[in-house]
C-alpha cells in the first residue's frame, strides 16, 4: 500500500523524504489545494467539452474559425509588452528538469531554456518533486553537481527559463485534494510559482512558463484565471507571469488570435 501524508489539505499517496519537504511545505501545498479546488472542475469540463468536438470531427465536421469568436479577429486590441529579457528569444532549448541537464541547458548559450515538466520528462513522483528542487535551485544559483569525474555549475550569463508545466489532459494521480487527483498543470505551476516567482522578480526576470496541448481558447482562459488569482495571492502584481502557448493541434491552429486574446495581459506569444 502506498503511504499517505497530509500537508496543507492535500493527500499525498507517495513517499516524502525529508529532501523533499523544502518543496512540499504546507504553505506551497495550500496553494496547491486552493488552485485545485477551484480550477480541477473547470479542467474537467474543458477535457469533456473536448470529446464533443472530436465526436462532431468524427461525425464529419471540419474544423474550422469560430463564428462566436469574429470580433477578436477583427478587433483592435494588443497583448501587453514583455519584459526586456524576453525580447530576444532566437535561439531555444528544452529538456527534462533532470539536474545535470538543468545546469547544461541554462549554461548552453541559448537565449531561452524550457524545463520541461511534460512530454520529456517521465512524470514519476521523484522526477516531479526532483525537478522542482532542481528548478528551485537554478533560480537562487545554487544548482550544482559532480558526476561522471566532472564538476558543473552554472555560468555568469544563463538562459532565461519558460517552465512548461503539464498539459490539462494529465493527472498528478499521487496529490489528492477532497479525494480526487489533481491537475498535473496545476502541481507544475503551482510549486514552480509559489517558491519562486518573487526570488525571480528579485533577480530581474520574472515566473514564465510555455503552456502545452491546448485545443480550445477557454483552455487559455482558464490558464489565464489561474494566473490572475496566483498573483493576487501572492501579492504579485497582474501582469508578472508570461507564457507562450504551443500550437501543438489541429483546433488551435483556428484560435491564435483568440489564445492571445485571451492571455492578453500575460502572454509571451504563440509558437
Ligand atoms: C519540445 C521538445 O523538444 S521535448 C524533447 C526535449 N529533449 C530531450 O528530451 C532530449 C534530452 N536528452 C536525451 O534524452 C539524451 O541526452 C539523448 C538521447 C539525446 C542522448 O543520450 P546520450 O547519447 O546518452 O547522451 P547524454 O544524455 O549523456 O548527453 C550528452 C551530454 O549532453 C547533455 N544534454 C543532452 N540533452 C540535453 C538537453 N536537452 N539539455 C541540456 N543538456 C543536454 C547531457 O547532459 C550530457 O552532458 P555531459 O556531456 O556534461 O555529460
Ligand atoms: O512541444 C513539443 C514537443 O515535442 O514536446
Known amino acids: ?16 523524504p525529508p529532501e523533499f519537504r ?4 504546507p504553505e506551497a501545498m495550500q496553494f496547491v489545494a486552493h488552485l485545485s479546488r477551484r480550477y480541477s472542475h473547470r479542467v474537467s469540463e474543458l477535457l469533456e467539452r473536448r470529446r464533443e468536438v472530436q465526436a462532431r470531427y468524427d461525425a464529419g465536421q471540419q474544423p474550422n474559425f469560430l ?3 469574429k470580433h477578436i479577429r477583427e478587433g483592435d ?19 527534462p528538469t533532470d539536474r545535470k541537464m ?7 548559450g541559448a537565449n531561452v531554456y524550457m524545463p520541461d515538466f511534460e512530454d520529456s520528462n517521465c512524470p514519476t513522483w ?11 535551485d537554478a533560480v537562487r544559483r545554487t544548482i ?8 558543473y555549475r552554472l555560468n555568469e550569463r544563463v538562459a532565461v527559463m519558460l517552465v512548461r508545466p503539464r498539459g490539462w489532459h494529465l493527472w498528478e494521480k499521487h496529490v489528492y485534494v477532497d479525494g480526487a487527483p489533481i491537475p ?8 514552480y510559482f509559489f517558491h519562486n516567482a518573487k526570488e525571480l522578480l528579485a533577480r530581474g526576470s520574472g515566473p514564465y512558463f510555455y503552456l502545452p496541448k491546448m485545443q480550445s481558447h477557454l483552455e487559455c482562459r482558464l490558464w489565464n484565471d489561474i494566473f490572475v488569482d496566483s498573483q493576487r495571492v501572492l501579492g504579485i502584481p497582474n501582469g508578472t507571469i508570461k507564457a507562450t502557448c504551443l500550437i501543438e493541434t489541429l483546433p488551435a491552429a483556428f484560435e491564435m488570435h483568440e489564445f492571445l486574446y485571451e492571455l492578453r495581459d500575460h502572454s509571451a506569444g504563440t509558437i
Open 184 to 191: 498535473g498543470g496545476i502541481f507544475d505551476f503551482a510549486l
Open 67 to 69: 463564428p462566436e469568436t
Open 102 to 108: 538543468v545546469i547544461n541547458a541554462l549554461n548552453s
Open 77 to 95: 486590441w494588443k497583448v501587453a509588452p514583455l519584459p526586456a529579457d524576453l525580447q530576444d528569444r532566437r535561439v531555444e532549448i528544452t529538456g
Open 144 to 151: 550544482s553537481l559532480s558526476a561522471g569525474g566532472k564538476t
Open 22 to 25: 523544502r518543496i512540499l511545505t
Open 126 to 136: 521523484r522526477n516531479l518533486v526532483e525537478g522542482q528542487i532542481n528548478l528551485a
Open 1 to 16: 500500500m502506498l503511504p499517505s501524508t497530509e500537508i496543507g489539505g492535500c493527500t499525498i499517496r507517495a513517499p516524502v
